[in-house]
């Protein structure tokens, strides 16, 4: 991965005026390297519309927790077939997920920072 002193960041970043512009230069220079992480919010929907304007070949990826409801299966088909996309789909080890919950329980998110941290 391409690394940037200090001085090389501010001096993108004051030619960086708008979202387009800096999807703009980590395609042009991070290529390949550049996905979109997608929870299919509201925000996440202007920014895919944004990546597909600007390179149809953009990466996008989301993580199944085996946890999401049935609309969020609904955004990211209607998403797919919008933009002509394929997500890309991670899945978490599920050994590990069972060995959690069977230690902190099904909802160990809810109850502390610390847990919420397990679950990333």
């Not at 998403?79 to 002509?84: G, I, M, P």
Request: with cysteine; glycine share 2%; net charge negative.
């Amino acid at each position: 991965m391409v690394k940037f002193t200090q001085e090389e960041v501010d001096k993108i970043n004051s030619n960086l005026k708008t979202p387009e512009d800096a999807l703009r230069w980590a395609f042009d220079t991070l290529h390949d390297k550049v996905a979109k992480a997608s929870s299919f919010g509201a925000e996440d929907a202007v920014i895919t519309d944004m990546m597909i304007k600007l390179n149809p070949k953009a990466r996008f990826f989301t993580l199944d927790t085996g946890r999401l409801n049935q609309e969020t299966y609904d955004v990211m088909d209607r998403t797919s077939k919008k933009y002509n996309i394929h997500f890309e789909v991670m899945f978490p080890d599920t050994e590990e997920v069972q060995q959690m919950v069977r230690t902190k329980g099904i909802n160990l998110f809810y109850e502390s920072v610390e847990n919420r941290k397990l679950c990333c």
